[in-house]
C-alpha cells in the first residue's frame, strides 16, 4: 500500500469531515492527486483532484462548492475538507495518484490507497 486513506466516520446530514492521504514508503510529491469515491452497488465515482503545485484543481459537479482539495507536498499528504455532506455522499473514500494532468477517469491513476469509509446519516 503506498497511499492511505483516513478520517472517514459517521456524520449526520450538514456536518462536516476532512480526509487525508498519507503517502507510504513512496515520495508522491510531485504527482497529481485526487480523491474517488465509490458507494454500494455504483462504480467509481471522481470526487477532485490536484495539481502538483496546488495551482489547479478539477471538482465533480455534485461536490463543487462543498468539498475542497488541498496538498500539503511538505508532509507529502493530500486532504479533502467535505463540508454540508448529504446523504448521497455515503461512499468509501479512495484517494489516488497519477504523475501528470488532472483526469476525471479512474483508469488514468495509477496508485489508490485503501479507502476510508464515509457514512452520512439524515
Known amino acids: 500500500v503506498q497511499l492511505q486513506a483516513f478520517g472517514g466516520g459517521l456524520v449526520q446530514a450538514g456536518d462536516s469531515l476532512r480526509l487525508s492521504c498519507a503517502a507510504l514508503?513512496?515520495?508522491f510529491s510531485w504527482y497529481v492527486k485526487g480523491w474517488f469515491r465509490q458507494a454500494p452497488g455504483k462504480e467509481r465515482?471522481?470526487?477532485?483532484?490536484?495539481?502538483?503545485?496546488?495551482?489547479?484543481?478539477l471538482y465533480a459537479d455534485s461536490v463543487k462548492g462543498r468539498f475542497t482539495i488541498s496538498r500539503d507536498n511538505a508532509k507529502d499528504m493530500v486532504y479533502l475538507q467535505m463540508n454540508n455532506l448529504k446523504s448521497e455522499d455515503t461512499a468509501v473514500y479512495y484517494c489516488?495518484?497519477?504523475?501528470?494532468?488532472?483526469?476525471?477517469?479512474?483508469?488514468?491513476?495509477?496508485?489508490w490507497g485503501q479507502g476510508t469509509q464515509v457514512t452520512v446519516s439524515s
Open positions: 514508503g513512496r515520495n
Open positions: 465515482e471522481f470526487v477532485a483532484a490536484i495539481s502538483w503545485s496546488g495551482g489547479n484543481t
Open positions: 489516488v495518484a497519477r504523475p501528470t494532468g488532472l483526469t476525471v477517469a479512474p483508469e488514468s491513476y495509477d496508485y
